[in-house]
């Protein structure tokens, strides 16, 4: 059989040889069978199954053998040596050199497999850590002691075993495995360890003995789960590195041994598809493979598919993508199904267990898993860990000192007791600067439970709503004075902590929940749960009256007016009305100016009192903060512009978005330029309103939850004006998508484009009924009209082709639409010619 060369690396089939740079390679009998196949096959994507056939033939084997195998190839060749082709298989990828043609046969000889003292791969593939294996190896290749540092549970043993049994397919007996479980005395620790190595130590100092008699030795030495003996083995360790040159370690642990020469390789959990995924990508991922893998092992009945593959994400996503209860999980589907497992995992801690009986007993349960893990921290650590359970989503370190401390543990406490938390890989410590901390799920769930063991669970929710309340009071300052990018980077995260604390305050203290709605207004519409506030807010009324400052009060109603804006108006000037009083009689200009503003806006101040109000508010502008001047311009230019004052209304629009570029880069410049673009379409200046916006557009975050809907929908507006159907169809496509997810905020104020649209395409009946809606909508929202005279001309025009009785029927039938029956309707597919514009 001919060889194959590509660049410096020479495969000999008949020889089973691999020269690399003219020097055989050690490389044991099932690498090489696995190069040769990839070889023969160069010109495709060889598939797992093709290569288990093909290389273990008739027998067997362990799935993660051919990721082992390819690791150690990659190792020998080059990370570009074997390509990983996602959900297909793999592919070889070096370039030949005058290599024949592929053998259509090759030699079945087999060679013996070196024996070594590592212990068999778990049946369970190593699924999504090819990456982590890869970093791994590099970390080996360049440092002595490489610490594999990682939650319980989370897959610390399984890669240091992936990587033992590459560097042995490459360096056969060159690797040496010492299990740390099951010793409880760190007096024991030389003696096993020697043990590993075929020694026995004598005299009364048993480490420099031990480093002393591995002076000669070549090996790479793994000790497994350290943590408990994290002292003991720093001072082995320590010794060897300087007593014996030809040892390299690899330890796991849940803690670093913190120690000179030590490399921390970080293990995570594996990665989760984000919701929504597709099958075909969601297969690919570490956690949802995993879940599949075991779960069909269980229950031959299980299958991953489209119809399920949601459900399977959701449980690898609420149980973080840890490895350990993932599969303690998939192993209870034959008793409960993917359902019935879904609807259980708040109780993971009881109900995933027991899956594994030879499993060591740490890992027979999540519990058990954590136990262990809590059994390892000192006091002051226990008494932290239990009391961040309270937080919801992760927290900062300011914010832990505030809740966790008391009079035995300062702030300074709490942090040593946090980073030793962090060492020990209980709690996550995020990537920026400053980090973000938080707990695992698991975790948190086990914490909670230990903090009502403890007594505390009512003191620490407590402690933490009246934490998050203070934390948010000082939000609500610096959100009118600080950039928008700036404040939502440290505000948005701690919106599952507010929502916790709210939760809280409303069934134990009504003055601390009215006060915290009232300043968490902001943080609900920047991350797009507006309608989050407007029902937490509307409940939080029927705990009124309450004891708390007339300032804190009228700021609870004035966010609930301006909450309502784009939904009903009648509303908004009720709760505005009721928040100027209380202002008033707090003495708080911004609050008054804030009032009066969102009067002004609501269209419901009489005519002859709208020009004293606006006066009033222009007299308290000065040395107020810019983004506040932005809702108050707004509201002022709403008034103008009702009066048909266009020039007015245009003049507080360019005020407003003069204060808002004043207060930095800011997506709340979008809505006084969706609003301006109305001045201009409202004096027949359409062009010029369609450049406005779609500037406006070009330089806005396109998401939901934010008034940079605002000029997406004014661009579709304008482009059903001007008569651009097509166009007008994909930008309201767009504009219904973001509306959707943020619970139809601001859908009603474009909503006499959706008649004027159906209306050009002729389809006279779907026109008249989206009028109907439009018309019934304005009654309650009272919306700016941006084309009212084009609506007044559609009526007529429908009125004239359907005939008065049948358009009050559709009209009627328009007026009971839901906002998606509206999406529908606008968007439905036409046949018919357009229309010309009406009038």
């Known amino acids: 059989m001919q060889g194959y060369r590509f660049a410096d690396v020479e495969i000999r089939p008949t020889e089973r040889l691999v020269l690399v740079g003219g020097q055989p390679a050690a490389l044991q009998a099932k690498a090489f069978d696995l190069l040769l196949a990839l070889v023969e096959r160069r010109e495709r994507v060889v598939s797992r199954a093709e290569l288990y056939d093909t290389v273990w033939a008739g027998r067997v084997v362990e799935d993660n053998n051919l990721a082992v195998q390819v690791h150690a190839l990659r190792k020998l060749l080059g990370e570009r040596a074997v ?33 070594c003292a590592i212990p068999p791969m778990p049946t369970s593939a190593l699924h999504g850590r090819d990456d982590d294996l890869a970093g791994l190896d590099r970390l080996l290749a360049r440092h002595r002691l490489v610490s594999v540092v990682g939650a319980g549970g989370i897959g610390k043993t399984v890669l240091a075993l992936a990587a033992a049994h590459a560097h042995e397919s490459t360096q056969p007996g060159n690797v040496v495995w010492a299990e740390l479980a099951p010793i409880l005395d760190p007096a024991l620790l030389p003696g096993t360890v020697a043990q590993s190595f075929g ?3 004598a005299g009364a100092d048993p480490v420099p003995v031990l480093a002393t008699a591995l002076a000669p030795v070549q090996a790479l030495l793994v000790l497994d789960n350290a943590e408990h003996l994290v002292g003991a083995v720093a001072d082995l360790v320590a010794a060897l590195l300087g007593k014996a040159p030809g040892i390299r370690l690899l330890v796991t ?22 919701p929504g995924t597709a099958l075909d990508e969601a297969v690919t991922f570490g956690a949802v493979a995993l879940f599949a893998e075991v779960a069909a092992a269980a229950d031959r009945r299980f299958a991953l598919d489209a119809a399920n593959v949601a459900t399977v994400i959701e449980v690898c996503r609420q149980l973080d993508g840890m490895p350990l209860a993932i599969k303690l999980a998939a192993a209870r589907l034959p008793f409960l199904g993917l359902h019935g497992l879904t609807q259980r995992l708040a109780e993971r801690l009881e109900l995933i267990g027991g899956a594994r009986r030879d499993a060591p007993t740490r890992q027979q349960t999540l519990r058990a898993a954590l136990d262990w893990s809590h059994a390892l921290l000192a006091a002051d650590e226990q008494v932290v860990f239990r009391r961040l359970g309270v937080f919801v989503g992760g927290f900062t370190l300011a914010l832990a000192a505030d809740v966790a401390r008391d009079e035995a543990h300062d702030s300074n406490a709490v942090i040593e007791a946090l980073s030793a938390l962090v060492d020990r890989s209980l709690v996550e410590a995020g990537d920026a600067d400053p980090p973000r901390y938080r707990l695992l799920e698991s975790a948190r769930e086990y914490a909670l439970a230990q903090l009502e063991r403890a007594g505390e669970g009512p003191v620490l929710r407590q402690r933490h ?26 505000a948005a995260p701690e919106v599952d902590n507010v929502r916790a604390a709210l939760d809280w305050s409303a069934v134990h203290a009504a003055p601390l929940h009215v006060a915290l709605i009232g300043a968490s207004f902001r943080l609900f519409g920047s991350v797009g749960e507006v309608g989050e506030f407007i029902r937490r807010s509307n409940a939080a009324a029927a705990r009124l009256p309450v004891q708390v400052p007339a300032a804190i009060e009228g700021r609870y109603w004035i966010t609930r007016a301006q909450a309502h804006a784009a939904r009903d108006t009648a509303a908004m000037h009720e709760f505005a009305v009721r928040a100027e009083s209380l202002f008033r009689g707090a003495g708080s200009r ?33 040395g107020l903060p810019p983004r506040l001047l932005v809702v108050g311009r707004m509201g002022q230019s709403r008034h103008h512009y009702r009066a048909r004052r266009y020039p007015e209304a245009a003049r507080d629009l360019d005020a407003a978005i003069a204060h808002a570029r004043a207060a930095g880069p800011t997506w709340m410049e979008a809505m006084p330029i969706g609003m301006r673009a109305t001045t201009h379409y409202a004096v027949g200046e359409i062009d010029e309103g369609i450049r406005l916006v779609r500037l406006c557009i070009a330089a806005q975050p396109r998401r939901s939850g934010t008034p940079a809907e605002i000029p997406l929908g004014c661009l579709g507006v304008g482009l059903v004006l001007k008569g651009e159907t097509t166009q007008a169809r994909e930008v309201l496509a767009e504009f219904f998508r973001l509306c959707r997810a943020d619970d139809w905020w601001f859908f009603n104020l474009m909503d006499e484009a959706y008649a004027l649209l159906a209306l050009r395409e002729g389809r006279l009946r779907s026109a008249a009924r989206l009028l109907g809606y439009s018309e019934h909508k304005a009654c309650q929202v009272r919306a700016l009209r941006m084309a009212e005279v084009q609506t007044r001309q559609a009526r007529a025009v429908l009125e004239a082709s359907l005939g008065a009785a049948q358009l009050r029927r559709l009209l009627d039938e328009g007026a009971a639409l839901g906002e998606d029956q509206v999406c529908a309707l606008t968007l439905e597919a036409t046949d018919s010619p357009a229309l010309a514009s009406p009038g």
């Open 590 to 622: 911004p609050g008054l100016y804030w009032a009066l503003c969102c009067r002004l806006w609501s269209g419901h101040v009489p005519p002859s009192e709208a020009g004293q109000l606006a006066d009033e508010a222009a007299a308290l502008e000065p």
């Open 83 to 115: 390509v990983t082709v996602p959900g297909r298989g793999y592919r070889f990828a070096l370039a030949a050199d005058d290599a024949p043609q592929p053998a259509a046969a090759r030699a079945a000889s087999q060679a013996a497999k070196q024996v």
């Open 199 to 201: 020694l026995a130590l």
């Open 253 to 274: 642990s849940q803690t670093p041994l913190k120690i000179d020469g030590e490399r921390v390789f970080r293990l995570n959990g594996l990665a989760v598809p984000e």
């Open 465 to 490: 709503a009246q934490v998050m309340a203070a934390w948010m009071e000082q939000q609500a300052v610096a959100a009118l004075v600080t950039s928008e990018e700036a404040w939502l980077a440290e």
